[in-house]
């Protein structure tokens, strides 16, 4: 295909948010394309959400014998521990998808031979992060939809359905403060290139300190301290008492408002550090080495 | 370590093949190829040294929130409702114990059965194929070396468990426990003949990976008893080699069951061995077959 040297020119001369955001956009689909052309991937789509849930579900019904712990009750705002933990389960897996998906974005390009032609396409290197974000929020928000629709069909899953709008702002604000840990977790890919084991441990550490089915009190009380410094343990509890206590909660406003905060810093540092290790890897012409 | 001059190969054109070849006993499995296989895949294991220790850490961080989830729904290290369902009301060693006889399992799922992919990612899966040695010498040398790494790893979680949980267990149950976790790795091994077979066929490793791991690590009683799950799923947890290797483990360490009274976890476990070996054997051959016939070996 013969493209004329003004056309050529016109496309390169091309910038600002607009064309950022659809070339986010078109990444997004091409990610959903790749998915969807392994037979299984469908099927594991599916399915998957609610399989990851059932272990938790019949550990629970081992210790409790039941869907409610009075245990549970004492040290949090509800003793219906199904509800709680699927919440937190649904949360989690969100965030399990946002981080691996983007994170290893680009260890997944330099697998199958296409980052140095995705780095040369002209576009923002933020913006081709984005892209993977986009199609993990899709991803994984539609997983969400599929965890609470079976857990509610099958199980009785109990929401206060007026929460449900504050709680997709809890959603937001923690997806914003997570682009940051992604952008960390990309400059591991860029320099270190063994970025599973980055991602494996810190995506493992963030799950342990996001308390998905028991409530802070329990964790030691360094690691207390330290779920308070992450915007995922913010954004699950606003997003678990929005869903179960109802858009008026004063503790889950003040989580939200925690978590703006986290996510200033987490993004700003995340960014430096990305451009920094961009510049780093390009000096060294090292891009495409494993 | 062989070595071999091009002067000692007669090339025999009209065959379109080596001497070489043509004295290459057609086998099985070439237990000594399988042996050189190990032997590179440990000194690319132990290029990364921090992969050992990264991996003996991180069960414990996917086991903790299973041990605190206990512990905000029991009100305590101990459950009465849990000892009714298992025979173990401290929950925290029945968990502790299920996890590191699991990290052998997610070993021979993410480890061998992803072999090929692996390969295939760096480039050098046609050439690995081109070997004069039977396929399956490559996924039992990858199994060798997997044994070792994932050993060493276990290691340190099992004195993690020790410190963090004061796990302990009479000297006399080490036998019997390490002829279980034998016999469930062999058996093991041969599972990921057949998933490597699927992967040649399917490709995408990561879907195929995480569903067969989650479906056998809900199958196996790791985090509760096997009467857990509904009635018409035990049946398929009780095929699973990793189910009598954990309940005997636990009868082993925690209810100081000796080897005579394990004798039936042992028999079954042999059977399961023969089993898993014979269908993984076959089932890895009939995909690499489709998938030459295909043409899509190196195909992503």
Redesign the interface.
């Known amino acids: 295909m013969s493209v004329s040297f003004e056309k050529q020119s016109a496309l390169l001369a091309r910038s600002g948010w607009r064309y950022e955001l659809s070339a986010a956009w078109r990444l997004a689909m091409k990610q959903w394309k790749v998915e969807l052309s392994y037979p299984l991937s469908l099927l594991y789509f599916i399915v998957s959400p609610f399989l990851w849930l059932i272990p938790l579900l019949l550990f629970g019904l081992a210790i409790t014998g039941s869907t409610t712990s009075a245990a549970l009750g004492q040290i949090t705002y509800t003793s219906d521990w199904f509800t709680y933990s699927a919440l937190g389960f649904c949360f989690v897996a969100l965030i399990d998808t946002s981080l691996w998906g983007t994170g290893m974005a680009f260890r997944r390009e330099q697998w199958v031979g296409t980052l140095e032609s995705l780095y040369a396409t002209p576009v923002g290197r933020t913006t081709i992060l984005f892209g993977s974000s986009i199609h993990n929020i899709q991803h994984g928000g539609l997983g969400v939809l599929l965890q609470l629709g079976a857990a509610g069909a099958l199980f009785g899953l109990q929401l206060n359905l007026a929460g449900i709008l504050p709680a997709l702002l809890a959603i937001g604000l923690m997806f914003l403060g997570l682009q940051g840990v992604v952008l960390f977790f990309a400059c591991v890919v860029l320099v270190a290139r063994r970025a599973w084991m980055a991602v494996e441990t810190l995506v493992s550490a963030i799950k342990l300190l996001t308390p998905m089915s028991y409530p802070l009190v329990v964790l030691p009380y360094s690691l207390q301290v330290i779920a308070q410094g992450i915007p995922t343990y913010h954004g699950l509890e606003s997003f678990r008492q929005f869903l179960l206590l109802g858009p008026f909660s004063m503790t889950a406003w003040m989580s939200i408002g925690l978590l703006l905060l986290l996510d200033l810093i987490i993004l700003l540092l995340g960014w430096v550090l990305f451009r920094a290790s961009d510049r780093y890897v390009r000096n060294r012409a090292s891009l495409a080495k494993f | 370590m062989v070595s071999l001059r091009s002067s000692d190969i007669e090339l025999d054109v009209a065959d379109g093949e080596t001497s070489l070849l043509r004295a290459t006993p057609a086998r099985v499995i070439d237990f000594s190829a399988a042996l050189t296989i190990a032997g590179n895949s440990l000194r690319v294991s132990l290029r ?1 040294p ?2 050992f220790i ?1 991996w003996g ?2 069960p414990i ?2 086991l ?3 041990v ?9 290290v101990t ?1 009465s ?2 000892g009714g ?2 025979g173990y009301a401290d ?1 925290i060693p029945y968990l502790a114990l299920g996890w590191i006889v699991f990290s052998y399992v997610d070993s021979a799922i993410w480890g061998v059965g992803n072999t090929l992919r692996w390969y295939q ?2 480039g050098v899966l046609e050439p690995m194929f081109l070997i004069p040695a039977p396929r399956l010498s490559i996924l039992l040398g990858a199994a060798m070396a997997e044994l070792l790494t994932t050993s060493l790893s276990t290691l340190i979680l099992f004195g993690l468990s020790v410190v963090l949980f004061n796990l302990s267990f009479a000297l006399t149950a080490v036998l019997p426990i390490l002829l279980l976790l034998f016999l469930m790795i062999v058996a093991f091994t041969g599972f990921a003949f057949a998933f490597s077979g699927l992967i040649l066929v ?3 490793p990561s ?2 990976t ?2 067969v791991h ?2 056998i ?2 199958l196996t009683p ?4 096997v009467n ?2 509904p009635m018409w799923v035990q049946p398929l947890s009780l095929i699973l080699p990793s189910t009598f290797a954990i309940i005997g483990i636990r009868e082993a360490a925690l209810a100081a069951s000796g080897i005579a009274l394990l004798w039936v976890d042992v028999f079954i476990l042999l059977i399961l061995v023969v089993a898993f070996w014979v269908v993984g054997i076959l089932i890895f051959r009939l995909a690499e077959r489709h998938t030459r016939k295909k043409g899509k070996m190196g195909a ?1």
Do not use: E, R
């Not at chain 2, 206990?70 to 009100?75: H, N, Q, T």
């Open positions: 990364y921090a992969n990264i850490f991180m961080l996917w903790m929130p299973f605190f989830t206990g512990i905000a729904f029991s009100g305590g459950s409702q849990f369902q298992t929950f990612f760096a399917f490709k995408d879907v195929l995480q569903f989650v479906v690590y809900t790791v985090n509760y008893s857990m799950l992503f």
